[in-house]
């Protein structure tokens, strides 16, 4: 009985490898691609058992087939079952994702022969289950013009292409197939949102960014770098480029890659890449990169929280929230805020100017829809912002370093004169007697007076009072930052931890959650359907990285896959500090954000370099925009010089920035060149939910709009073709293509369930329906103020830090309340002076009581997120976008960066509207023209972050910048000495006249 | 016949710049024949946006005035162009032909608003189009109107009677109506970029102590009539709008009978007058 039961697994076998053969020659007669693929080699593959018991080898001749039973003595190439058993699994329809990769982590299938081999049957074979799903794309609108979809930072988009040519990228404008759009019922009226997918401005841009003369398009050597002669690393940044072939570029790589492992050690490889990424979940940084990446090992560059530091270092201690970053929990605040706000405080926030990262411009009606209620707005913020000349409303401009000495003085209003949520205060937070002693002057002999606060922030104690005095007597919604609960360039400075958890205590003493007293400014929390299951970007693609992404939660379990670790993760360099780890040789980091799960992982430190590990010998930098976001950026500039690092690639689509320091440059494709599948702002992680800033959730499928301008490539294939030179490329792509993958993201989604693949191909998005009524988010935190359990829990705090289990009791804080004074804080350095447990006004250490410094650097430079471009992403290129007149300004031939003044500062230096000036300090020196302004108070300078170009006049590194890297000025010191953070926003400065060099 | 007609409203518009960009991306390096011939990527701005800051810091504000070529009825391009190298299409849209126009610089002179510019490269004049090859097309737009997030920029396809009754209606301007050109680009709150404001503060003292005045009266005085009257809002702020620049002597009167401070001011251009004590 049981050999006979054996025998059928053999029998079924021999059916399938016969089958197979006939299954090919059919494809191959049907089909063209299987026909041309099937003639890319000549080669003999055997497939059989481990045992050689059984087999079957197939010969390929001039695109020809044939096969034989047996195993033959000399195959190219084989692919080996452990088991009949284990090979009809797996060649028989009706098999999983799932049952191939669990055989191929247990080597129950394995295979032998040259890569070369084994990928093109592995990727045959893949085609002979795929073909014909691949063929009909797109929407032919007639003349020749095609309609593709794509996804992108600024939103979804279509893209009209007509002789293989972008003709123009469009907003998607819904149909009446696409599901409607909610609707919210408040003060009598009904708001519902436009039937379009509004892109942030630069979305507008892209098309000029695609056929940018910047653009890499093919690979390039530094003339003077030679891997087997002089490397002449001293020129990096200097000297010009040669094209070079695809060939040779990638030999280059490959070829230094396995030097430096056999010569050093993996973890000699250093690998960064920026905050974002052109969107899609494959070609995702999170995803292919990564994937490649942990194949080859590396050390890691760990990004600190710049955009979220004094909610990260500071909030997250007296609220919790350590999944989301130190954010506050802004669910349900639209549908909250147009039933019952009064007045909406823009704290630090320019929501209109910062787009919620990837919102377009979807918040913008909303607000839109609160003025024309009559909700008032005060807005706060040294820059009369973009919002606030919007809106209307009263501007309150404090100093830059004004740190938390305007919430203190609030506070002390609101205690002298009886206006705080008492109740509240005494049944849902701890510590605040200690807090209101401060306030009082109880313990420094300090009285946090209006008065008091004026001399610190120059805002007139009168309007403080008004302000606090309104504030309690309305039902008033705080947005902090640009989501309205987190972010804000106040938290980007010395000052920003106080700042950030002043912020929180304000909340605490209004009663944060109950009716109409909330966190938000519009920008997130629409009522879209939540639990529509799409993967955001951090859920980590095809990464298989189950330790730095987001993988494990949903996608690996859905889109099963080979998992990749990177075995050098030990040893990581915070982004901030890479120059110090490369010139100095050693840096420490604090707080790894991969792993913030409990609210103490922010006190984890690591060291580079760790013991016995390789320092950086070998630097694979995707793109170039660290010269441009990161602060005293001259450093990074002198750290490519270093003969330390023996080699540096870096992959990009633009040849700008550090793109220019690099001995190898490889060119990356746009996502409108490859095949991608996202779905608009969900990045997921830390974000999760985020989608919820969209009036719509949209999916795209990221069509392949036009073909790779030049020799361009997507970072898919290049990181495949360097597999294929490292023996990776099976392991790497699993033997599926790009569009294999994306088959694979949709099958792992929901979409299927609303969607076939053949419309969704066609169509190229999907708008997933809202929820019904009663099945919205109910205001944040309302639970909490009512005493409840929260019943409105989504993914964080985890189990372990609640009391009592899953019945979700408290906040994350050890108390489960709101803390004044922070337990995790008081265990970790209760004398800590830089971060007291209990927030205190600690003056900026770089701002108007460092005294000497002040009077050679007068002039206080704020560095918001730019306006018209996504960090640098859509800046310079020689595109369209340099010609906004708030963006650059064109003189004498050039585009400059713009710094904005007060009337009064620029008359005392002689300047006028649109003079050159020299912007500078002992970091460095820019080159912009000036704006002349009453937007700014006088002694504070506006230059947004995040220029693309970096355009020395003489040294790079020391010599005045002309394409506008305002971070050359801004400080590398920390905001507190044991984080890894920045305050850029804490940078003094004098400007005069630029009269040439 | 009906016949396009754009609409810009002030008050909504914050120089997002999707227009301008929209504008890039659909005209620079696309050739419409017979509408127009591609846009060159920079200097050109097709619909510009003009900013102007009001007021002295902190009591400001800041208006943006899109503008596109007014496809005027009684346009000055037409009347200057040889060859008929501009033309009015029926539905109101003024075109400049691409290739009749060659050469004739004059024409970017001949615009008063300043909408037509030179294409030094191909030799011709060129000018925003309303995206005529998108409306002809089956397009409810052009392409900024389609990108404005705010609703600032809408167009209409209505006869020249329904429009009459929207001017009305919504109390709508033309720009720099001196200059009688007849355009179909019609403004609303036009003042917020137009006109003058005069705002202030207003503050008492109690033992040094400063404090907002709520609710205060302020009246303001021009050619001795009473112009405007407000309130002082919780900050003690208060503006006079829709003012005309260079427009003379205000005197402004804050607070009840017997306490009441004057203030005088010669108004040029928006003025914010510093902390008033009462």
């Known amino acids: 009985m049981q050999a006979k039961d054996k025998k059928i697994p053999k029998m079924t076998f021999f059916a399938a490898l016969l089958g197979l053969e006939k299954m090919l020659k059919i494809q191959a007669r049907r089909h063209i691609e299987i026909r041309e693929f099937m003639k890319q080699k000549n080669c003999c593959i055997q497939i059989k058992l481990k045992d050689n018991s059984q087999g079957r080898y197939f010969i390929f001749n001039n695109g020809n087939v044939c096969s034989k039973n047996g195993i033959h003595p000399h195959p190219d190439a084989a692919l080996i079952f452990y088991d009949a058993e284990t090979a ?35 990727r045959l074979g893949q085609m002979l289950i795929t073909v014909g799903q691949y063929q009909h794309y797109g929407v032919d609108i007639g003349n020749g013009v095609m309609k593709y979809t794509n996804g992108t930072v600024a939103g979804p988009v279509f893209v009209y292409v007509k002789n293989g040519k972008i003709l ?22 009904e708001f519902t949102p436009p039937r379009i997918s509004t892109l942030s401005p630069h979305g507008y841009n892209f098309k000029s960014q695609v056929y940018s003369p910047d653009r890499l398009l093919y690979p390039l050597k530094r003339v003077d770098f030679n891997p087997t002669g002089e490397r002449n690393c001293q020129n990096r940044g200097v000297s010009g480029y040669e094209r070079i072939s695809w060939d040779e570029a990638l030999d280059i790589v490959a070829g230094e890659i396995k030097r430096i492992k056999r010569e050093y050690g993996p973890s000699a490889i250093l690998q960064s890449t920026g905050s974002h990424h052109t969107l899609g979940n494959l070609g995702y940084f999170m995803s292919a990169q990564r994937r490649f ?22 909030a997250m201690h007296h609220w919790g929230g350590s999944m989301s970053l130190g954010a506050g929990d802004p669910s349900g605040c639209v549908e909250e805020a147009l039933k019952h706000c009064e007045m909406m405080i823009f704290w630090s926030s320019d929501p209109e100017s910062t787009n919620g990262a990837y919102g377009g411009m979807e918040g913008t009606i909303r607000r839109l829809w609160l003025k024309d209620l ?35 003085a609030i506070a002390y209003v609101w205690i002298t004169e009886d206006l705080y949520d008492k109740e509240y205060v005494k049944t849902r937070t701890t510590g605040f007697d200690e807090w209101k002693d401060y306030v009082l002057g109880r313990e420094d002999g300090i009285l946090k007076t209006p008065e008091w606060q004026e001399k610190e922030t120059n805002v007139p104690a009168k309007d403080v009072r008004a302000l606090a005095r309104e504030w309690a007597s309305k039902k ?11 972010l804000g360039g106040a938290c980007r400075a010395a000052t920003g931890i106080e700042w950030a958890r002043s912020m929180v205590y304000l909340m605490a003493m ?12 519009m920008q997130v929390t629409t009522p879209v359907d939540f639990t529509f299951f799409f993967p955001g970007y951090t859920e980590g693609g095809f990464s298989g990285d189950l330790a730095q992404t987001g993988l494990a939660i949903n996608m690996y379990q859905k889109m099963p896959q080979l998992p990749t670790i990177n075995p050098y993760y030990r040893q990581m360099v915070p982004r ?50 660290f010269i441009g976001t990161m602060p005293e950026s001259n450093r990074y500039v002198k750290a490519y010089k270093s003969e330390e690092v023996e080699f540096v690639v870096n992959q990009s689509i633009w040849l700008e920035g550090e793109a220019k320091f690099a001995d190898i440059i490889l060119p990356a494709c746009t996502n409108f060149e490859r095949w991608d599948i996202s779905e608009a702002s969900n990045p997921g992680g830390y974000g999760a939910g985020l989608f919820s800033q969209l009036n719509h959730r949209v999916v795209t499928l990221q069509h392949k709009c036009i073909e790779p301008l030049g020799e361009s490539k997507s970072d898919y294939d290049i990181f495949f073709e360097l597999a294929k030179r490292l023996n990776l490329a099976g392991y790497y792509s699993e033997g599926c293509t790009e569009l294999d993958w994306v088959k694979r993201t949709f099958d792992a989604s929901d979409l299927p369930r609303y969607i076939s693949w053949k419309d969704f191909m066609k169509k190229g998005y999907f708008v997933v329906p809202a929820p019904k009524e009663g099945l919205t988010q109910k205001p944040a935190y309302r639970w909490f103020a009512e005493g409840r359990n929260n019943d409105e829990y989504k993914m964080g705090p985890l189990a372990a830090d609640f009391k009592d289990g899953m019945a979700y009791e408290g906040l994350q804080t050890p108390s489960g309340k709101i803390e004044f004074v922070a337990t995790t804080l008081k265990r970790y350095d209760p004398d800590d002076r830089e971060r007291p447990p209990m927030s205190k006004y600690i003056p900026s250490w770089e701002g108007h009581h460092v005294t000497d410094l002040l009077r050679k650097y007068p002039l206080h430079l704020i560095t918001p997120h730019a306006r018209y471009t996504f960090n640098t992403m859509n800046d310079g290129k020689g595109s369209c976008v340099n010609d906004v007149k708030d963006h650059r300004v064109l003189i004498d031939g050039y585009y400059y960066w713009i710094v904005r003044m007060n009337n009064k500062d620029a008359m005392a230096r002689g300047i006028a509207n649109g003079d050159l000036v020299k912007m500078f300090n002992d970091r460095g020196a820019v080159i912009c023209a000036a704006q002349v302004t009453e937007r700014l108070p006088h002694g504070t300078v506006h230059s947004y972050s995040s220029s693309a170009v970096y355009d020395p006049i003489g040294e790079p590194g020391s010599s005045p910048d002309r394409g506008g890297c305002v971070n050359t000025l801004t400080p590398k010191r920390p905001i507190i000495s044991r984080s890894s953070s920045t305050a850029a926003n804490s940078c003094l400065v004098q400007i005069e006249k630029w009269r040439g060099a | 016949m009906r016949k396009w007609n754009m609409i810009i409203d002030v008050r909504n518009c914050e120089d997002c710049n999707s227009c301008f960009l929209a504008c890039k991306d659909e005209h620079v390096d696309n050739d419409f024949p017979p509408y127009s011939s591609s846009q060159p990527k920079h200097i050109h701005r097709w619909i510009n946006i003009m900013r102007k800051e009001r007021g002295q810091f902190p009591l400001i504000d800041v208006a943006y005035l899109p503008r596109p070529c007014m496809h005027c009825d009684d346009a000055p391009c037409i009347k200057h162009a040889a060859d008929n190298a501009v033309y009015k299409r029926d539905d109101g849209i003024v075109v400049i032909d691409p290739i009749r126009s060659k050469g004739q610089r004059n024409l970017v002179q001949s615009c008063p608003y300043g909408a037509i510019w030179w294409n030094a490269e191909k030799g011709i004049p060129q000018k925003c189009v309303f995206c005529a090859h998108l409306l002809d097309d089956g397009w409810q737009k052009s392409r900024c109107v389609q990108a404005c997030p705010t609703g600032a920029l809408r167009m209409l396809h209505v006869e020249d009677s329904e429009m009459e009754k929207i001017i009305q209606d919504e109390r709508l301007e033309v720009l720099y109506p001196e200059y009688q050109t007849k355009p179909r680009v019609y403004y609303k709150n036009l003042y917020r970029y137009m006109k003058c404001f005069i705002a202030g503060s207003v503050a008492s003292a109690h033992d040094g102590i400063e404090d907002c005045v709520n609710g205060e009266p302020v009246v303001l005085y021009h050619e001795g009539k009473k112009l405007q009257e407000a309130r002082t809002d919780c900050f003690g702020d208060f503006k006079f709008d829709d003012l005309d620049p260079d427009s003379g002597l205000y005197t402004i009167r804050i607070g009840f009978e017997k306490r009441a401070v004057v203030k005088e001011v010669n108004l040029e251009q928006s003025c914010s007058i510093e902390k008033i004590l009462i």
């Open chain 1, 576 to 625: 901030i500090n890479v120059p110090e780890a490369i010139l100095e040789g050693k840096c420490k980091g604090y707080g790894n954000i991969m792993d913030a799960k409990s609210i103490e992982h922010q006190f984890q430190t690591y060291e580079y370099p760790q013991q016995g590990y390789s320092k950086i010998k070998m630097y694979y930098r995707y793109g170039g925009s």
């Open chain 1, 476 to 486: 008033t919604f705080l947005g902090v930052g640009g989501m309205g609960c987190t």
């Open chain 1, 293 to 314: 990446m942990n194949l080859i090992g590396h050390t890691f560059v760990l990004q600190n929280v710049d955009s979220w530091e004094g909610w990260y270092w500071g």
């Open chain 1, 88 to 122: 009809v699994a797996l060649m028989m329809p009706g098999h999983t994702q799932l049952d191939q990769i669990h055989a191929m982590k247990n080597f129950k299938i394995t295979q032998e022969g040259p890569e070369e081999l084994t990928m093109w049957f592995a």
């Open chain 1, 168 to 189: 123009r990228i469009t907003p998607i404008e819904f149909d009446n197939i696409d599901a409607d759009s909610w609707t919210i019922k408040a003060r009598g009226k």
């Open chain 1, 374 to 408: 009559g909700v008032k707005f005060v807005h706060i913020d040294p820059y009369y912002n973009h919002t606030a000349a919007l809106l209307g409303g009263k501007w309150i401009a404090p100093r830059p370093d004004y740190g938390n000495a305007l919430s203190l």
């Open chain 1, 510 to 521: 209004r009663g944060l959650g109950k009716e109409g007293v909330s966190l938000g400014n």
